[in-house]
């Protein structure tokens, strides 16, 4: 969808989906799983958390520009996830 709009074949996202999504079933959460539900949250909360910093550092390389474009100034700095802040700790 977001190449959709930004290649303009579509003027926003939300038009987009308009166009591209269809519901075709809604499956709601099963109450009784709640605590099922919790713990996979829980994974998802530590990968998350962990990937955070990573992430953050990919961004922070310079290497892509203010039109989205790839580069490859400022990759050839060293390891640019070899920060304190990017180390995972368990």
């Not at 709009?5 to 519901?23: C, I, P, Q, S, Y």
């Not at 809604?26 to 998802?44: G, M, W």
């Not at 474009?69 to 990017?86: F, N, S």
Request: hydrophobic residues 40%; glycine residues 12%.
């Amino acid at each position: 969808m977001l190449a959709a709009v930004g290649a303009g074949l579509h003027t926003d996202v939300e038009a987009a989906a308009a166009k591209m999504v269809r519901v075709k079933e809604r499956i709601l959460p099963d109450p009784s799983k709640k605590e099922a539900y919790d713990r996979v949250f829980a994974v998802y909360d530590r990968l998350a958390s962990g990937v955070r910093p990573l992430v953050h550092a990919l961004g922070g390389m310079g290497i892509v520009d203010e039109d989205g474009a790839v580069g490859t100034e400022g990759a050839a700095d060293g390891d640019p996830t070899d920060t304190p802040d990017t180390h995972m700790h368990t």
